[in-house]
């Protein structure tokens, strides 16, 4: 029964390069093909969900080995990493309670996307974030698992994008994925340190090897995940990007930010308990984390106007408690409370756009009153405690004006010795070609700018190019290709006239005397 | 009758077929001619599945004495080095057919003229018998020469004069070589390859080094090594794309792959001439570089950059180590694959739209998007981008040429030509990439069509067999890994 696992992650794939192939080539285009996607998006992740549900009733019937190798991958002297999946335990009860989800949310978005622009961008996007979760959840070692978290991270940002022409989208889209970045760079990081001091990516190698590791190291790797697993879970310090998150269209913020994504860091850290059990530092932390954030998105969440905000900071708080369990070393309740979690959160953000339906004739409770007498904290709380600002101060600020100072160098050093490439007038609008005009581009004679560097590569390159098309035309195709033509025809020619003149009766006479005088 | 013979004649046989049927029924003569090529493109296939890549040597041996006299034989066989030559050559046949429909005068000629040259250039790759090889050699000049005079551009009767030409004088040096080596060789009178090696030793030292100047004249034309390039843009830019496919794709590869033989044959003469060839590989490289970077005509762009990239052929040959032959090799298959698909598609935007001047196009990818997917990957694989076949054989051919240079110094300077080519490459083709398909919407580019099946199913085929072999090269390096070590044996145990 193993074997089924493969195919577990592979089915979305395969809608969604079916979707995808079917897209770029118009196979599948427009409204009329709507069905063909859905239907192949819908069958297809419920095969997954199907084959997860029979690979857990196998486990649980105690029929899997609990791993599965497939081959290698990726083989380099000492680095030899393998494609293998756990087939057993707490991975394949969340990817049989993750696809199940899935494919709800799947059937649920058939009729809520219909006759949305970009209804089979959708669903390619959704078969491939759901493929990728499957596989960070089954995959035996850290490198598949990260393929699978990149790649989920990945279409969290196209989906947050989805309305890529609003501004507003894009920015956030672009905003959640940078940060999303440093605990992509943290999970590198462990990786890195677990193959550099076990010889192995391995997750089984890793949990069983604890022993070898001293506390440091085990610290070290733990935080490297934990980290990991702070920022894809929306903990402290990271918790404003699930709110900018939600820009996204309703199924897609139910199934990323609610019932499965966010959920990928406590997964995290309940598959690498042993280490972290060997790590006591690391469990502070993750349990000061998770204790913190939950504080702070109850508080915040006090103050959310909205219905996708406060569920947002509910589930912040609630991904907060998971920490807090994790860290306290409740690691079962940790694991059942986020498997309750993602149905809840699920079914709540599935029906939110509903809310005011349900919502009637059953007011929301005002706050308690001595809370909602702290003045202060209002306005902490309705400013989320300025996190972005601070983010924003610590972080883009001072990038930026390194980047300023870069760009200065680079105007008026690099620019004058290399060159600058082709000015941008080709590839923008006709306002700023006009802006462009009136700063002294010269749009008119665009023939004259084809192959002309400018700076000191730039021209050394445009005047060697001259110089060799130079000798190209004069000697290699006039001189040599040219030359011999005019030549061969020349000769020809002169052939021709001595052919002629000495088939003249005279010299042919003369000719057969002096034939017969050598004859003789 | 072996695999190797039905293979070669299989062509053949289509000319004879074609040349029984009337010119009027063109859709028959399309269908037979593509048939007939499929075949030819199945049994290659069939060859590969069957071809032991852990043998070096010659395998599927025929062997028929043909003049005992003389001691030329019909003698065929392949080994790792022609095994990647042969599927290509069977594969761009087939594509440059099906890019062949536009072409509408002349049909049955035209057909009769592709097949020929695909017997002679499956000739040139399986012969083992050098007075064979010759033969064959020839034999794709004639159909070349009316393919391009006839269904070519304006100045069609120039370049097709200039190629023959100039391919004749090479060829001349080739001869008077083949005939050196085996004046010294009486007993066997220069059959098989393998005793033209026995001969090449006995020959004094100025003598190898002027046989082997003889040869890289004669392949170097072909190839085309730097100053010998004279014909090929001419002939790239006026042959009709279908043409340009096969003579970029397979061609050129002829000429490289002779210089192989020949190198392994005269490895002394090679390490005394090394710096030389070196130099005029990079050369070539800079120089094809540079010049594409100036051309507007796309056709041409395309043309000159051939140049470039037989550049890294020649330089990984003049290695003379294991990995610059790996790199040589592997280049000749990555670029008969870029340069292939790079002038399909840009004969197909020319069908299209009548203008090759890179100025005129704007903004294709809202009209063209496939077409603009598959001209992006081609572009970036021909720039050596990682994840690209040609990434592939520029590293080997660059690991190659670092470790063969005698100091530091030189390694460095090689590699900072080497560089510089390759930064040359990426100019024009993010370049052309930009011009192509992205700035201001012109209302002449509006209408042009996208591609069509039977050209998305030749496009494809290329193009992904240029991103499948780079992102996963194994079984293209093992295909010919014993083959190239058994030569890089041959070769360091005559040199030391």
């Given at each position: 029964m193993d074997a089924l696992v493969i195919l577990i992650p592979l089915m979305p794939l395969t809608a969604a390069s079916a979707i995808g192939m079917g897209h770029l080539f118009g196979v599948i285009s427009g409204e009329a093909d709507e069905s063909i996607t859905a239907d192949i998006a819908g069958w297809t992740i419920s095969m997954s969900s199907l084959l997860a549900l029979t690979l857990l009733s196998a486990d649980l019937l105690g029929k899997n080995t609990g791993f599965y190798n497939v081959g290698h991958w990726l083989n380099s002297d000492t680095l030899d990493i393998q494609i293998n999946f756990i087939t057993g335990g707490f991975n394949v009860r969340l990817a049989a309670l993750f696809s199940v989800l899935l494919a709800i949310v799947i059937h649920f978005s058939v009729n809520y996307m219909h006759r949305e622009a970009g209804y089979h961008r959708f669903f390619f996007i959704l078969s491939l974030f759901s493929s990728a979760i499957l596989l960070l959840v089954l995959s035996g070692n850290a490198v598949g698992t990260f393929i699978g978290w990149e790649v989920a991270g990945l279409c969290s940002y196209f989906l947050i994008a989805y309305a890529y022409d609003r501004p507003v989208a894009v920015a956030n889209a672009t905003r959640v994925f940078v940060t999303n970045r440093i605990g992509d760079a943290a999970f590198v990081l462990g990786a890195g340190l677990s193959y550099a001091w076990l010889d192995s990516v391995n997750w089984s190698n890793i949990n069983a090897a604890t022993?070898?590791?001293?506390p440091g190291e085990a610290t070290a790797i733990a935080l490297c995940f934990a980290v990991a697993a702070f920022a894809k879970s929306a903990q402290l310090p990271f918790t404003p990007w699930l709110a900018r998150?939600?820009?996204?269209p309703t199924p897609s913020s139910a199934v990323f930010y609610g019932a499965v994504m966010v959920h990928a860091g406590v997964y995290l850290v309940i598959l690498l308990r042993p280490i972290f059990e060997h790590a006591p530092l690391a469990m502070a932390v993750v349990a000061i984390i998770g204790l913190m954030t939950a504080v702070y998105s109850f508080v915040v969440g006090l103050t959310q106007t909205d219905v996708k905000s406060s569920l947002v900071f509910a589930t912040s708080g609630q991904l907060g408690l998971m920490f807090l369990e994790c860290g306290l070393g409740f690691w079962q309740l940790a694991g059942w409370h986020l498997c309750a979690h993602a149905v809840v959160r699920g079914y709540q953000f599935l029906v939110a756009p509903s809310l005011l339906h349900h919502a009637h004739g059953n007011p929301i409770k005002p706050v308690a009153a001595p809370l909602a007498k702290l003045r202060w904290g209002y306005v902490a709380s309705l400013q989320r405690f300025w996190l972005d600002q601070i983010a924003d101060w610590a972080l883009v600020k001072p990038v930026r004006g390194l980047a300023h100072d870069l760009s200065y160098f680079d105007d008026h050093i690099v620019d004058r010795i290399m060159g600058i490439p082709a000015p941008a007038i080709r590839t923008i609008s006709s306002l700023a070609q006009l802006e462009e005009q009136m700063i002294g581009a010269q749009l008119d004679n665009d023939s004259d700018t084809f192959a002309q560097g400018s700076g000191l590569a730039g021209k050394l390159t445009e005047w060697t190019a001259a110089l060799l098309h130079w000798f190209e035309d004069r000697f290699v195709l006039r001189g040599i290709g040219k030359g011999t033509v005019d030549y061969g025809r020349r000769l020809g020619h002169i052939a021709n006239k001595v052919e002629q003149s000495v088939l003249r009766p005279r010299y042919l006479v003369l000719f057969v005397f002096i034939t017969l005088l050598i004859a003789f | 009758m072996g695999i190797l013979s039905i293979l070669l004649w299989t062509p053949a046989a289509g000319v004879l077929l074609l040349a029984l049927?009337?010119?009027?029924n063109i859709q028959l003569i399309r269908t037979i001619a593509n048939l007939f090529t499929t075949i030819a493109f199945l049994l290659a296939c069939r060859l590969l599945s069957i071809?032991?890549?852990?043998?070096?040597n010659l395998q599927f041996n025929e062997y028929f004495p043909l003049n005992p006299k003389l001691g030329s034989a019909y003698a065929l066989g392949i080994d790792g080095l022609s095994m990647p030559m042969l599927v290509l050559a069977t594969l761009l046949t087939s594509i440059a057919l099906l890019a062949s429909?536009?072409?509408?005068?002349g049909v049955k000629g035209y057909h009769i003229c592709i097949l020929l040259l695909e017997f002679g250039m499956l000739g040139v790759f399986l012969a083992q018998d050098w007075a064979l090889f010759y033969i064959f050699w020839e034999v794709t000049l004639i159909p070349l020469f009316f393919l391009i005079g006839r269904w070519g551009g304006k100045r069609r009767h120039t370049a097709s004069l200039n190629f023959v030409l100039y391919t004749m004088g090479g060829s001349v040096f080739m001869l008077i070589s083949l005939l050196a080596i085996s004046q010294y060789d009486l007993e066997h009178g220069g059959s098989l390859m393998s005793s033209m090696h026995q001969a090449a030793q006995d020959m004094p030292r100025v003598e190898q080094v002027l046989v082997l100047l003889g040869f890289v004249i004669g392949f170097g034309v072909k190839m085309p090594i730097f100053p010998l390039h004279g014909w090929l843009p001419l002939a790239h830019v006026e042959a009709p794309s279908p043409v340009s496919i096969l003579l970029s794709g397979i061609l050129l590869k002829m000429g490289a792959y002779g210089l192989i033989r020949a190198v392994v044959m005269l490895p002394e003469a090679a390490k005394l001439l090394q710096p030389f060839l070196i130099f005029l590989g990079l050369f070539g490289m800079l120089y094809g570089g540079l010049l594409a970077w100036r051309q507007r005509d796309l056709k041409a762009m395309v043309a000159y950059s051939s140049i470039s990239h037989m550049g890294i052929v020649l330089l990984g040959i003049a290695t003379l180590n294991e990995a610059g032959i790996t790199g040589a090799v592997l280049q000749m298959t990555a670029h008969g694959l870029i340069a292939g698909a790079l002038f399909l598609l840009v004969g197909l935007l020319y069908e299209r739209t009548h203008t090759r001047n890179i100025q005129d196009y704007s903004s294709l990818v809202q009209v063209m998007p496939r077409f603009a997917l598959f001209m992006t990957l081609t572009l970036l694989a021909a720039m050596g981008l990682?994840?690209?076949?040609g990434f592939i054989a520029e590293l080997h051919t660059l690991i190659g040429g670092y470790s063969s240079s005698p100091s530091v110094v030189m390694g460095m300077g090689l590699m900072v030509f080497f560089s510089m080519s390759i930064l040359i490459g990426s100019a024009y083709a993010v370049r052309t990439i930009s011009s192509l398909f992205t700035g201001p919407v012109k209302p002449q580019m509006q209408q042009v069509k996208d591609l069509t099946a039977p050209e998305l199913l030749a496009a494809g085929m290329l193009v992904s067999g240029v991103v499948l072999f780079g992102l996963s090269p194994g079984p293209l390096l093992d295909l010919s890994a014993a083959t190239i070590a058994q030569m890089n044996g041959v070769i360091s145990q005559r040199i030391l």
């Amino acid at each position: 029964m193993d074997a089924l696992v493969i195919l577990i992650p592979l089915m979305p794939l395969t809608a969604a390069s079916a979707i995808g192939m079917g897209h770029l080539f118009g196979v599948i285009s427009g409204e009329a093909d709507e069905s063909i996607t859905a239907d192949i998006a819908g069958w297809t992740i419920s095969m997954s969900s199907l084959l997860a549900l029979t690979l857990l009733s196998a486990d649980l019937l105690g029929k899997n080995t609990g791993f599965y190798n497939v081959g290698h991958w990726l083989n380099s002297d000492t680095l030899d990493i393998q494609i293998n999946f756990i087939t057993g335990g707490f991975n394949v009860r969340l990817a049989a309670l993750f696809s199940v989800l899935l494919a709800i949310v799947i059937h649920f978005s058939v009729n809520y996307m219909h006759r949305e622009a970009g209804y089979h961008r959708f669903f390619f996007i959704l078969s491939l974030f759901s493929s990728a979760i499957l596989l960070l959840v089954l995959s035996g070692n850290a490198v598949g698992t990260f393929i699978g978290w990149e790649v989920a991270g990945l279409c969290s940002y196209f989906l947050i994008a989805y309305a890529y022409d609003r501004p507003v989208a894009v920015a956030n889209a672009t905003r959640v994925f940078v940060t999303n970045r440093i605990g992509d760079a943290a999970f590198v990081l462990g990786a890195g340190l677990s193959y550099a001091w076990l010889d192995s990516v391995n997750w089984s190698n890793i949990n069983a090897a604890t022993a070898q590791f001293t506390p440091g190291e085990a610290t070290a790797i733990a935080l490297c995940f934990a980290v990991a697993a702070f920022a894809k879970s929306a903990q402290l310090p990271f918790t404003p990007w699930l709110a900018r998150a939600m820009e996204g269209p309703t199924p897609s913020s139910a199934v990323f930010y609610g019932a499965v994504m966010v959920h990928a860091g406590v997964y995290l850290v309940i598959l690498l308990r042993p280490i972290f059990e060997h790590a006591p530092l690391a469990m502070a932390v993750v349990a000061i984390i998770g204790l913190m954030t939950a504080v702070y998105s109850f508080v915040v969440g006090l103050t959310q106007t909205d219905v996708k905000s406060s569920l947002v900071f509910a589930t912040s708080g609630q991904l907060g408690l998971m920490f807090l369990e994790c860290g306290l070393g409740f690691w079962q309740l940790a694991g059942w409370h986020l498997c309750a979690h993602a149905v809840v959160r699920g079914y709540q953000f599935l029906v939110a756009p509903s809310l005011l339906h349900h919502a009637h004739g059953n007011p929301i409770k005002p706050v308690a009153a001595p809370l909602a007498k702290l003045r202060w904290g209002y306005v902490a709380s309705l400013q989320r405690f300025w996190l972005d600002q601070i983010a924003d101060w610590a972080l883009v600020k001072p990038v930026r004006g390194l980047a300023h100072d870069l760009s200065y160098f680079d105007d008026h050093i690099v620019d004058r010795i290399m060159g600058i490439p082709a000015p941008a007038i080709r590839t923008i609008s006709s306002l700023a070609q006009l802006e462009e005009q009136m700063i002294g581009a010269q749009l008119d004679n665009d023939s004259d700018t084809f192959a002309q560097g400018s700076g000191l590569a730039g021209k050394l390159t445009e005047w060697t190019a001259a110089l060799l098309h130079w000798f190209e035309d004069r000697f290699v195709l006039r001189g040599i290709g040219k030359g011999t033509v005019d030549y061969g025809r020349r000769l020809g020619h002169i052939a021709n006239k001595v052919e002629q003149s000495v088939l003249r009766p005279r010299y042919l006479v003369l000719f057969v005397f002096i034939t017969l005088l050598i004859a003789f | 009758m072996g695999i190797l013979s039905i293979l070669l004649w299989t062509p053949a046989a289509g000319v004879l077929l074609l040349a029984l049927i009337s010119g009027q029924n063109i859709q028959l003569i399309r269908t037979i001619a593509n048939l007939f090529t499929t075949i030819a493109f199945l049994l290659a296939c069939r060859l590969l599945s069957i071809y032991n890549s852990h043998d070096a040597n010659l395998q599927f041996n025929e062997y028929f004495p043909l003049n005992p006299k003389l001691g030329s034989a019909y003698a065929l066989g392949i080994d790792g080095l022609s095994m990647p030559m042969l599927v290509l050559a069977t594969l761009l046949t087939s594509i440059a057919l099906l890019a062949s429909f536009s072409v509408s005068s002349g049909v049955k000629g035209y057909h009769i003229c592709i097949l020929l040259l695909e017997f002679g250039m499956l000739g040139v790759f399986l012969a083992q018998d050098w007075a064979l090889f010759y033969i064959f050699w020839e034999v794709t000049l004639i159909p070349l020469f009316f393919l391009i005079g006839r269904w070519g551009g304006k100045r069609r009767h120039t370049a097709s004069l200039n190629f023959v030409l100039y391919t004749m004088g090479g060829s001349v040096f080739m001869l008077i070589s083949l005939l050196a080596i085996s004046q010294y060789d009486l007993e066997h009178g220069g059959s098989l390859m393998s005793s033209m090696h026995q001969a090449a030793q006995d020959m004094p030292r100025v003598e190898q080094v002027l046989v082997l100047l003889g040869f890289v004249i004669g392949f170097g034309v072909k190839m085309p090594i730097f100053p010998l390039h004279g014909w090929l843009p001419l002939a790239h830019v006026e042959a009709p794309s279908p043409v340009s496919i096969l003579l970029s794709g397979i061609l050129l590869k002829m000429g490289a792959y002779g210089l192989i033989r020949a190198v392994v044959m005269l490895p002394e003469a090679a390490k005394l001439l090394q710096p030389f060839l070196i130099f005029l590989g990079l050369f070539g490289m800079l120089y094809g570089g540079l010049l594409a970077w100036r051309q507007r005509d796309l056709k041409a762009m395309v043309a000159y950059s051939s140049i470039s990239h037989m550049g890294i052929v020649l330089l990984g040959i003049a290695t003379l180590n294991e990995a610059g032959i790996t790199g040589a090799v592997l280049q000749m298959t990555a670029h008969g694959l870029i340069a292939g698909a790079l002038f399909l598609l840009v004969g197909l935007l020319y069908e299209r739209t009548h203008t090759r001047n890179i100025q005129d196009y704007s903004s294709l990818v809202q009209v063209m998007p496939r077409f603009a997917l598959f001209m992006t990957l081609t572009l970036l694989a021909a720039m050596g981008l990682p994840g690209s076949v040609g990434f592939i054989a520029e590293l080997h051919t660059l690991i190659g040429g670092y470790s063969s240079s005698p100091s530091v110094v030189m390694g460095m300077g090689l590699m900072v030509f080497f560089s510089m080519s390759i930064l040359i490459g990426s100019a024009y083709a993010v370049r052309t990439i930009s011009s192509l398909f992205t700035g201001p919407v012109k209302p002449q580019m509006q209408q042009v069509k996208d591609l069509t099946a039977p050209e998305l199913l030749a496009a494809g085929m290329l193009v992904s067999g240029v991103v499948l072999f780079g992102l996963s090269p194994g079984p293209l390096l093992d295909l010919s890994a014993a083959t190239i070590a058994q030569m890089n044996g041959v070769i360091s145990q005559r040199i030391l």
